[in-house]
């Protein structure tokens, strides 16, 4: 597609459950990120994939959360037990090498209640 | 710790004057990047400048970067309205790709 597609863009989910949000970069960027924002707060890296590469997972919060990389293309961010304080804007962004400018996606608004 | 801290945290200025947000990073940079966001969603890539660059422009920004002080500028010349944002700058460590964001300058340009 033209740009970096995330759904959904929003998602309410209770206490304890799991949840998936997906990622669609650019056609042919090979690096993505997954970056978590809290309100009114700055852009936390989470995880970094490029090419076929081991992805940097350092930014993880705990081992709840994992990220994976179909075939180069498609992200999924997983969330398993969540907890309130996982509630944030999850942005998604990708580039052609990595260390360019990214283009981001609109994000998913997650809400734990 | 944040890589990228900027200052101040918000501003506040009137149509038509320039605003200057400033940046400042630890370790050595391959590039730094200013980034704007509307509404916290998605951020818009602004302008991009490399270590070995000192200015650079792009329509009404213009971004400095001083890498013996470990700090950057943008400035956006003749402000309007609609450049009510977020901006935030991004750093790419030397020999690496983990981009590492500040916490951003809320600039709010009054009409």
């Given at each position: 597609g033209?740009?970096?597609?995330?759904?959904?863009?929003?998602?309410?989910?209770?206490?304890?459950?799991?949840?998936e949000?997906?990622?669609?970069?650019?056609?042919?960027?090979?690096?993505?990120?997954?970056?978590r924002?809290?309100?009114?707060?700055?852009?936390?890296?989470?995880?970094?994939?490029?090419?076929?590469?081991?992805?940097?997972k350092?930014?993880?919060?705990?081992?709840?959360?994992?990220?994976e990389?179909?075939?180069?293309?498609?992200?999924?961010?997983?969330?398993?037990?969540?907890?309130?304080?996982?509630?944030?804007?999850y942005?998604?962004?990708?580039?052609?090498?990595?260390?360019d400018?990214?283009?981001?996606?609109?994000?998913?608004?997650?809400?734990?209640? | 710790?944040?890589q990228?801290?900027?200052?101040?945290?918000?501003?506040?200025?009137?149509?038509?004057?320039?605003?200057?947000?400033?940046c400042?990073?630890?370790?050595?940079?391959?590039?730094?990047?200013?980034?704007?966001?509307?509404?916290?969603?998605?951020l818009?890539?602004?302008?991009?400048?490399?270590?070995?660059?000192?200015?650079?422009?792009?329509?009404?920004?213009?971004v400095?970067?001083?890498?013996?002080?470990?700090?950057?500028?943008?400035?956006?010349?003749?402000?309007?309205?609609?450049?009510?944002?977020?901006?935030?700058?991004a750093?790419?460590?030397?020999?690496?790709?983990?981009?590492?964001?500040?916490?951003?300058?809320?600039?709010?340009?009054?009409?």
């Amino acid at each position: 597609g033209a740009g970096v597609s995330q759904s959904p863009s929003n998602k309410v989910t209770e206490k304890g459950k799991d949840v998936e949000l997906r990622c669609d970069p650019i056609s042919g960027h090979t690096a993505l990120y997954w970056y978590r924002q809290s309100l009114g707060q700055g852009l936390e890296f989470l995880i970094y994939f490029q090419g076929n590469s081991a992805p940097d997972k350092s930014g993880l919060p705990s081992d709840r959360f994992s990220a994976e990389r179909t075939g180069g293309s498609v992200s999924t961010l997983t969330i398993q037990r969540t907890q309130q304080e996982d509630s944030a804007v999850y942005l998604c962004a990708s580039s052609i090498g990595g260390r360019d400018g990214y283009t981001f996606g609109s994000g998913t608004r997650l809400t734990v209640v | 710790s944040q890589q990228g801290e900027e200052d101040p945290q918000a501003l506040s200025i009137q149509e038509g004057e320039n605003a200057t947000m400033n940046c400042s990073y630890k370790t050595s940079i391959n590039n730094l990047q200013w980034y704007r966001q509307n509404s916290g969603r998605g951020l818009v890539h602004l302008i991009l400048i490399r270590s070995n660059e000192r200015e650079k422009h792009s329509g009404r920004l213009r971004v400095t970067l001083d890498t013996s002080k470990k700090s950057s500028s943008l400035l956006i010349t003749a402000s309007r309205a609609a450049d009510t944002a977020s901006y935030f700058c991004a750093t790419v460590p030397t020999g690496g790709f983990k981009t590492i964001f500040g916490a951003g300058t809320r600039l709010f340009v009054k009409a």
